[in-house]
C-alpha cells in the first residue's frame, strides 16, 4: 500500500514535471513572437503617427455616428500625433530591452512558471478540501442558503425588464453598440464603465440590444455576491454570522437595483469580497498563483470603475494589519507590495488606449473627483452620510433596521475581543477611507459606498450572532428562522413599494419611455410632417426606443439643434415629452433648455398622457 502511494506521487511530480517543462518551451516561443509583435506595433504606431488630420476625423465620425465629434479639432490631433510617437519610441525601446536581457528573463519566467504550477495545486487543494467539508458536514446550512439564493435570485430577475435608465441608455448608444475599438479607445463621460461595457459590447453582439442582455453581467455579479458574502463570514466570522448576513444580502435594496442596471458596480462589488477571501488566505499562505489571481482581478476591478481605488485601499490596509500578527511579515509584505505595483502597472497598460486618445485628465480629474474646499466638505460629510444610510435601509422594515444597527453595535462593543481578521477589517475600513476622504476632499453619491453593504451586514450579523450562541437553544435553526423573517419582512416591502421600478438611483428614469415610442410610431408620422421630438434629460432613453422601434433617430433634438438656420426652418411640428411634476421637466422649462423660442409655434395641444408624463404637440404659426 505504501509502495503504491508513494509510486502515484511519483507520477503526480513526473507529470508536473512535464507539465512545467512543456509550459516553459511554449513560454519561450510566446516570448520570441512577442518580441517581433511589440516590435512591429512600435513601428505601426510610429507610421499612423503620419496619418493626416481629414483622415483621423473621417474615421472617427464613421465609428461614433450619432455622436458628437466636436473635440476632434487640430490641437487635439497634434496631441494625438505626439502620444503615439513617444508611445512608439517606448515600445521600442521596451522591445529592445527585452531582446537583450532575454535569457535573464527567461530564466526568471521559469522559475515563476514552477512556482505557479505548485501553488495552483496548493490553492485548488484548500479550496476543495473546504467545499467537501461543508458539503459533508454542513447539509441544512447549505439548503437554507440555496433558498436563500433563489430568493435573491428571483428578486432580481423580476427587475430586470425594468425600464431602461440615462446612464444604461447614454453607455449603450454611445459605446456598446459601436464597433469595440470605440469602447477601449474613448472615455466621453465618467459613466463609461469600461471593462462593463465591453462585456455588454460582445453580449450585444451575440445576443441583441434588449434591457436585460445590457443588464447580464451586472446580474450575474449580484446574484454571485449572495454565496461570496456567506463565505467570507464563515471564514472569518462564523456559519450563523454568514448565513444571515447572506440573507440581508438577497433582499437588499439597493444591490437588487444595481443587480439590474446596466453598470459596473456589482462587479466591482464582487471583486471585492472575492478578493477580501483571497486576501485572507494569502496573509497566511505564500501563494504566487493567488496573488497572480489577486493582481488580475484587481486590474479588472479598477477597469471597470475607476474608484476601485476605495475597496483596492481597503484590501491592502486588511493585508498588512493581519500580516502584522503572523510570524516572517517581511516576506509577507514584499509579496504585497509587489502585488500592488504590478496591479497599478496592469491598469496602466488596460488604460492604455483611452489615455493615447484622450489624456489621463479624463480618468483622474473630471468633475466628480475634484476637491471642494475643506469647509464645503466638512458640511457635507453629514448629508453624505444620511444619504447613504437612507440608501443602505430602503425597504428594511425599522424592526429589522434597529435588529441590524443592534447587532452592528453589540460588534462594535466586543471588537478586542474578536478575532484578528476582523478588527483589522474594521481598522484598515475606517482609517483608509477617512485619510482618503479627507485628502480628495470629495462626498461621494451613496453608490459609490455600494461595497460597504456587505460587510456592514457581516459585522453587524456577527453582533447577533453572539446573542444567539447565548440563547439557549437549537443556534443554527435559530440562525435560519431569523434568515427566512429578514427574507420575507424586506422582499414584501420591495415588491409593495414598487421603489426599484421607480427609482433614479442609477440614473433618472423616465417609465413611459416606450409606450411614448409604440404611441409616436403608430400615431405620428415624423419624416412625412417634418416632427421632431425634444426633451434633452430623457433623449438616450428615447434614442434606445428609437432604435428598437426602427424609428428615425435624428427627429430627437439634439444639444445643439437649434443652432443651425436651416434645421430651425425646415423643421415644421415639434413634440415635448413633459414628465408631470417635475419642475424641470415641465414643457416650458424643456423648451427653453433645447434652445426653442416658443414664440415660434402656436400654443400646445395635448396628445396623450402616461404613467407620469405626457406629450404635447406645438406647430408652426
Not at 149 to 164: H, M
Not at 505 to 530: A, C, W
Not at 582 to 609: C, H, P, W
Request: charged share 15%; glycine share 4%.
Amino acid at each position: 500500500m505504501l509502495a503504491g502511494e508513494c509510486s502515484e506521487g511519483d507520477l503526480r511530480l513526473k507529470a508536473r514535471a512535464v507539465t512545467i517543462t512543456c509550459l516553459k518551451v511554449i513560454m519561450r516561443i510566446y516570448y520570441k513572437v512577442l518580441l517581433i509583435i511589440l516590435f512591429l506595433c512600435g513601428i505601426i504606431f510610429f507610421a499612423l503617427s503620419f496619418i493626416s488630420f481629414n483622415t483621423v476625423r473621417s474615421l472617427v465620425e464613421s465609428l461614433c455616428k450619432d455622436v458628437r465629434v466636436d473635440f476632434i479639432n487640430f490641437a487635439f490631433y497634434k496631441k494625438l500625433i505626439f502620444r503615439m510617437r513617444l508611445l512608439s519610441l517606448l515600445t521600442i525601446i521596451v522591445t529592445l530591452l527585452m531582446a537583450f536581457y532575454r535569457i535573464t528573463i527567461d530564466n526568471y519566467i521559469s522559475t515563476i512558471l514552477s512556482k505557479l504550477i505548485i501553488s495552483y495545486h496548493d490553492l485548488k487543494k484548500s479550496i476543495v478540501n473546504y467545499i467537501k467539508l461543508l458539503v459533508k458536514d454542513h447539509k441544512i446550512e447549505l439548503l437554507s442558503l440555496g433558498l436563500i439564493i433563489s430568493v435573491g435570485i428571483f428578486l432580481r430577475i423580476f427587475y430586470l425588464f425594468a425600464a431602461i435608465r440615462i446612464d444604461e441608455a447614454g453607455v449603450f448608444i454611445f459605446l456598446s453598440s459601436k464597433p469595440l475599438i470605440v469602447s477601449l479607445f474613448s472615455y466621453p463621460f465618467p459613466g463609461h464603465h469600461v471593462f462593463y461595457t465591453i462585456m455588454v459590447n460582445i453580449l450585444h453582439n451575440l445576443l441583441g440590444d434588449q434591457v436585460w442582455v445590457m443588464r447580464l453581467p451586472a446580474l450575474i455579479a449580484g446574484i454571485l455576491l449572495i454565496p461570496a458574502t456567506y463565505l467570507l463570514f464563515r471564514v472569518i466570522s462564523n456559519n450563523l454570522a454568514a448565513l444571515l448576513s447572506s440573507a440581508l444580502v438577497a433582499v437588499s435594496s439597493p444591490l437588487i437595483e444595481f443587480s439590474t442596471n446596466a453598470r459596473g458596480y456589482t462587479t466591482v462589488i464582487f471583486l471585492f469580497i472575492i478578493l477580501l477571501l483571497l486576501i485572507n488566505y494569502l496573509s497566511e499562505n505564500r501563494n504566487i498563483f493567488g496573488w497572480a489571481i489577486f493582481i488580475l482581478l484587481s486590474a479588472i476591478g479598477f477597469y471597470t470603475i475607476t474608484i476601485f481605488l476605495i475597496p483596492f485601499g481597503i484590501l491592502i490596509s486588511w493585508y498588512i494589519w493581519i500580516v502584522i500578527y503572523s510570524s516572517n511579515k517581511f516576506e509577507y509584505l514584499i509579496d504585497g507590495g509587489l502585488a500592488v505595483i504590478i496591479t497599478g502597472l496592469m491598469t496602466f497598460i488596460l488604460y492604455l488606449p483611452i489615455i493615447i486618445v484622450n489624456g489621463s485628465g479624463v480618468i483622474l480629474s473630471n468633475e466628480y473627483v475634484t476637491a471642494m474646499p475643506l469647509l464645503l466638505f466638512i458640511k457635507g460629510l453629514g448629508p453624505m452620510v444620511g444619504s447613504t444610510w437612507a440608501s443602505w435601509n430602503q425597504n428594511v422594515p425599522p424592526a429589522i433596521t434597529y435588529l441590524i444597527a443592534f447587532g452592528f453595535i453589540i460588534f462594535l462593543s466586543t471588537l478586542k475581543y474578536a478575532n484578528k481578521q476582523l478588527r483589522a477589517l474594521v481598522i484598515s475600513t475606517l482609517l483608509f477611507i477617512c485619510i482618503l476622504l479627507f485628502i480628495k476632499r470629495v462626498n461621494p453619491w451613496p453608490r459609490i459606498w455600494l461595497f460597504l453593504i456587505p460587510i456592514y451586514f457581516g459585522l453587524a450579523c456577527t453582533g447577533l450572532s453572539y446573542v444567539i450562541e447565548k440563547i439557549n437553544w437549537h443556534r443554527l435553526s435559530l440562525s435560519i428562522i431569523i434568515s427566512m423573517v429578514f427574507l420575507l419582512g424586506i422582499s414584501r416591502n420591495i415588491i409593495v413599494s414598487d421603489s426599484i421600478f421607480n427609482s433614479d438611483n442609477g440614473g433618472q428614469l423616465l417609465i413611459d419611455g416606450e409606450q411614448i415610442t409604440e404611441y409616436l410610431k403608430d400615431h405620428v408620422k415624423l419624416k412625412d410632417d417634418k416632427v421632431f421630438v425634444v426633451n434633452l434629460t430623457y433623449r438616450s432613453p428615447m434614442m434606445y426606443y428609437f432604435r428598437m422601434y426602427n424609428m428615425p433617430v435624428n427627429h430627437l433634438l439634439r444639444y445643439n439643434s437649434m443652432e443651425n438656420e436651416e434645421f430651425k426652418n425646415d423643421m415644421k411640428n415639434l413634440i415635448v415629452i413633459e414628465v408631470d411634476n417635475v419642475l424641470k421637466e415641465r414643457k416650458e422649462m424643456v423648451l427653453e433648455d433645447a434652445k426653442v423660442n416658443i414664440n415660434d409655434f402656436q400654443s400646445s395641444v395635448l396628445l396623450r398622457k402616461f404613467k407620469v408624463s405626457s406629450l404635447y404637440l406645438y406647430q408652426r404659426e
